[in-house]
Each structure stands twice: as structure tokens, then as C-alpha cells.
């Protein structure tokens, strides 16, 4: 065949049999939403001529640093780095972290070349220090590269690319891990089935959800993996979030009241994304992907950030890339029964809510702040207990020993910046939930219903959402707080009783507002009420109103203080 798709690097039997060349021959599209369906419907997949010429022109308008290596910075370097050894027996370079380089249909030599470039590409990006993903990227372009030489200029314009707005692929070890728990975080709101399941099943769910690229770049066959690249480069990181989530969901649909083929189900998934043709079409899989209603890309750069932040705080960064995902401890682990120790909830329960908190808290250990059995039933005291420490967990059992409470986001001394007054702070980390007599838990309403608002820019003025309630509670830099992700200053939203996530004054505290009080609990801790608010869009916690048998307030301490 003549296509430019069909080279020397390319099994063509193997090649022939994946994907037909029957595709159109042009694109004539200049816009980017045209551009964004045309690569969701797959305009271009079935013509490996017209793939590499889109491939070659999107990565040509990639914004670069001014300094990037191109073809003949390849054709300068190769020689001198491969020198007389066997392209086979190449080493692949660190950064890669013994990633299995996918064969993706390249014959023996394509399989030289992609060990020959990433050599090259670590000689001349010595800032990169983890990469797994590349290997793959590197293979799917050779594909589409008339030699050597283009592919590494092609991958070396996505890894040189400069738009902050623009993030492409993970090159360090602390990127990496930060968006691992971004995915776990995102699995947690937007695909709760499955990640009950995960932590039911898995003794390290934290371990799995850092699988998550390995499932892309490098499991997916190839004709699944080109697709969901088609539209990464037009749409960006994001699109990888998707895709990997709309595969868990497939995952659970198969998998959910089935016994696993094995105990390990990390293993289970990779299994289950190289043999997805018997489960789902391409076509399918991206159409699963881009239903789940997930926020802006601004939103998942500043729950990238928060992470990132507590990453940093906990002492990993780029140069300790060493410190393995396998260290880390298991999510549902993270209460140890023989020091825990709480007169409302049991080690299992405890567990469970875990289990919905921000990945970068789960490492933590329960800490207990506050109990009325230990500090008597005072409101005064309660805040004088939480304060200083963010987040927190509040657990409330009433005397018909009903069982419910709130994870907050915010430190109780916001309420301090009201002057006596109550008011409202918090960010839409913040949800409400029962334990007794039924499981349930309530998020933001604007997680399930993003319509009700559209993202604002960062350096959104104060009159963006709520002022009055919220300018105050959150600083202007988002990488100041440690819980920036859904602050409601990022939100236009149609009104203030969306944002009313928690607030205290002398003689009451509240979580939720708006048509109602998810929660009401007055001064001396003895009474409260439960209804539907608006910010939680929540049922009744419990009975309306109740009287208390205890409350207690939990932090999260890191396990390096203890």
C-alpha cells in the first residue's frame, strides 16, 4: 500500500487486519469544536494517509519552547547515542520505569526504532524524570511518521509544549502520582458503583486507581488506543480522565456480582482493557467517556494542584521519584482497629467513609478532636477542639441511635471572619451523609448537575458566585488553600444556596443551606434537625428532629507525624 501509514517500521499483516485504510483523504476543518466532533465520531480513523497528515498538523500548532529538537537534531544525535548496539537490545531509558514497550503492530524494526528515539528524546530533555507513557506515544507515531526522525520531532513538540493551559503528557514522578490521585478522586464522584466495588475487592485500591495510564498507554489494542489519541490531541490531558473512567465503568458493569477471575483485580482490569473488543466498540467506549459530566479542565488543574501541593507537603517531589505508588498505604487500611476507638461509629464504618474523602487525605490517620462523652456538650468547646485543623469529620448519633455527620472541607476559624455574625464558608469538597439505619451519601449538587453553572476563570472577581457569603473564605491564589478543588468562586451559580456548604455562630451550627438545613445542631449539642437543602440536594439525615446521644469530631493526621 502506498499510504504513509503503511511504512517499514509496520507489520502490514498484523496492520491490515486491525484497521482498514477506507477512510475520507482530506480535512478541510479549521475550527476547534468542528475539529472536537469530527475526532469523537472518528472522522479520520479509518485513513491512515489522512491520521498523518491531522497528526502532522496538530502537533505542528502545538506551542512550543522556543528551543525544541527536531528531525535533524535526531539525525545529528542518533549515531553517537545508539552506537554499534543491536537496536533490540537498547536500554530503555529511566524515566520510562520498565514500561513494556506495546508492539502495536510495529514489526522487529519498529520496535528498534521506539527504543532508538526515546533514547534520543531522554539525551535531549534531561528534565524528564517520569514517563511511562511514552513509550506508547512513541510507537502510535511512528505509525504515522515517513522515519525515525519525524516521530521524534512529533513527540518531542508534545513533551516541549508550553501552554500551562495545556497539559499533555506527566514527566515527573510527582506529576505522575498527583494525577493518579486526581483519577481516584474523580472515580470517587463520578463513578461511585464502581469504586465501592474497587474498595470491596481490592486490598489496595490506592494501587489500582495508579494503573490508571498503564490502561491507555499500553493495554488498550491499538485501534482503541489511536482513537482515544485522536482526540487527546485536539482536546488535551482531560480526554485521558474520560476514557480511563468511562473504562472502570465498563469494568464494573461486566465484572459487578461476579466473583473476579483472580485475587488480584489491578490485574483483573489490565486483562479486561486488552481484551475490551469483546465488551465495547471504540465508538462506544468514547461515547461512555464523554457522557460522564465532569467539570472545566480549570477545575481538574486546581484538583491536580491540591494534590500536587500534598504531595510536596508529605516530601515527594521530581528528585524522589524512588518513593513507589507501592508503598503507599491502602485507602480502606488507613483505620487500624487496634487504636481506633470512636462511640459512634465501628472500624468498618469508619472505613467506609474513608473511602469517600479527597485522595490526598486518605493516606491520613482518623484523629479524634472532639467527643461530648470526653468534653461535655458544648458548641464553645467543640470549636475551640476543631479549630486549627482542616479538614474535618463530623459524626452525630442521635438518642434513636440513628447515625449521620458531614466531611468538611474548612477550618472552623472561618467562622471568626463574620464578627460575630453567621455565615456560610466551606468549599463543594464538603458532603453530608448517613450511616444508620441506611448508607448514603449527598455531594455538592452542582457535581451531579453541573448545568445549574459554568466555570469562571481563577482570577474570577468576588461578585462570581455568593459574594457576600464566599469572597471572604477563600484566598486568591487556589494554590494557597490545601482544599482549592470546587470552591464556588470558580461557579456562576444561579443563586447563594448552593454554596451555603458550612457555618457556625455562638448558638448553632449548620451544614448546608437553602430551602431547608442538611444539618442544624444548637449550642448546648443536645438538639438538631435534618432536612432537603439546596446545596446538597439531600434527604432527611435522619429523624427531622432529633435529640443527641454524642457528637464527635475527627481530623486527619499524617502517618509521617505521628
Excluded at 474497587?198 to 485501534?223: C, H, I, K, T
Excluded at 482497629?337 to 493516606?363: C, H, Q, T
Excluded at 468576588?462 to 459574594?467: F, L
Aim: charged residues 20%.
Amino acid at each position: 500500500m502506498d499510504s504513509p501509514g503503511y511504512n517499514c517500521f509496520v507489520d502490514r499483516n498484523k496492520m491490515d487486519a486491525s484497521i482498514q485504510d477506507l477512510g475520507p483523504k482530506e480535512l478541510n476543518c479549521t475550527e476547534l469544536q468542528e475539529l472536537k466532533q469530527l475526532a469523537r465520531q472518528g472522522y479520520w480513523a479509518q485513513s491512515h494517509a489522512l491520521r498523518g497528515k491531522v497528526y502532522q498538523r496538530l502537533i505542528r500548532d502545538i506551542p512550543c519552547r522556543t528551543v525544541t529538537p527536531d528531525a535533524s537534531v535526531y539525525s545529528d544525535i542518533v549515531g553517537k547515542i545508539v552506537g554499534k548496539h543491536s537496536s533490540s537490545s537498547l536500554p530503555l531509558p529511566e524515566f520510562v520505569d520498565n514500561t513494556q514497550v506495546p508492539t502495536y503492530c510495529l514489526n522487529t524494526r519498529g520496535e528498534g526504532a521506539v527504543r532508538k528515539i526515546l533514547l534520543c528524546i531522554a539525551n535531549q530533555f534531561p528534565d524528564i524524570s517520569f514517563c511511562p507513557a511514552l513509550p506508547a506515544v512513541v510507537a502510535l507515531l511512528l505509525h504515522y511518521s515517513i522515519d525515525e526522525a519525524e516521530c521524534f520531532e512529533k513527540a518531542c513538540r508534545i513533551l516541549a509544549c508550553n501552554d500551562p493551559s495545556k497539559k499533555l503528557i506527566d514527566q515527573s514522578f510527582l506529576a505522575f502520582e498527583s494525577s493518579c490521585m486526581t483519577f481516584g478522586d474523580l472515580v470517587n464522584k463520578y463513578c461511585q458503583a464502581a469504586h465501592k466495588l474497587m474498595v470491596a475487592v481490592s486490598e489496595d485500591v490506592l494501587q489500582v486507581y495508579s494503573d490508571w495510564q498503564r490502561w491507555l498507554f499500553g493495554e488498550l489494542p491499538l485501534n482503541y488506543f489511536a482513537r482515544v489519541f485522536d482526540v487527546f490531541l485536539v482536546e488535551g490531558y482531560k480526554v485521558l480522565y474520560r476514557v480511563a473512567l468511562a473504562i472502570l465503568k465498563f469494568f464494573h458493569k461486566v465484572r459487578a456480582g461476579q466473583p473476579l477471575e483472580s485475587d488480584n483485580v489491578k490485574q483483573d482490569i489490565r486483562v479486561f482493557v486488552k481484551d475490551i473488543a469483546k465488551t465495547v466498540s471504540p465508538e462506544k467506549l468514547l461515547e461512555k467517556a464523554f457522557a460522564i459530566r465532569l467539570f472545566s479542565r480549570k477545575e481538574i488543574q486546581l484538583l491536580q494542584m491540591a494534590n500536587e501541593k500534598a504531595l510536596k507537603q508529605k516530601g515527594i517531589t521530581v528528585k524522589q521519584k524512588s518513593v513507589s505508588l507501592s508503598k503507599r498505604q491502602f485507602v480502606h487500611l488507613a483505620v487500624h482497629a487496634e487504636n481506633f476507638r470512636s462511640e459512634i461509629v465501628s472500624v468498618k464504618e469508619m472505613r467506609d467513609i474513608w473511602s469517600w474523602i479527597p485522595e490526598r487525605f486518605a493516606l491520613c490517620q482518623p484523629l479524634l478532636l472532639f467527643s461530648s462523652l470526653q468534653h461535655g456538650y458544648s458548641l464553645t468547646r467543640f470549636y475551640f477542639q476543631c479549630e486549627g485543623h482542616e479538614p474535618t469529620l463530623l459524626l452525630i448519633k442521635t438518642t434513636q441511635k440513628e447515625v449521620c455527620g458531614a466531611y468538611l472541607s474548612t477550618d472552623w476559624s472561618e467562622r471568626n471572619k463574620f464578627g460575630g455574625k453567621l455565615g456560610f464558608f466551606g468549599t463543594g469538597e464538603c458532603f453530608v451523609f448517613r450511616l444508620q439505619p441506611e448508607v448514603q451519601r449527598y455531594e455538592w449538587v452542582v457535581i451531579k448537575h453541573p448545568e445549574l453553572t459554568r466555570p469562571t476563570s481563577f482570577k474570577s472577581s468576588e461578585t462570581a458566585a455568593a459574594p457576600s457569603l464566599l469572597s471572604h473564605s477563600v484566598s486568591s491564589d487556589p494554590a494557597d488553600r490545601l482544599s482549592p478543588f470546587l470552591a464556588a468562586r470558580h461557579f456562576n451559580l444561579p443563586s447563594k444556596t448552593e454554596s451555603m456548604f458550612m457555618a457556625g455562630g455562638n448558638d448553632c451550627l449548620i451544614i448546608g443551606g437553602g430551602g431547608g438545613q442538611a444539618l442544624y445542631i444548637d449550642g448546648d449539642l443536645n438538639r438538631g434537625r435534618t432536612g432537603h437543602c439546596d446545596t446538597f440536594n439531600n434527604q432527611p439525615l435522619c429523624s427531622e428532629n432529633f435529640l443527641i446521644s454524642a457528637v464527635e469530631a475527627w481530623g486527619f493526621q499524617d502517618p509521617d507525624t505521628q
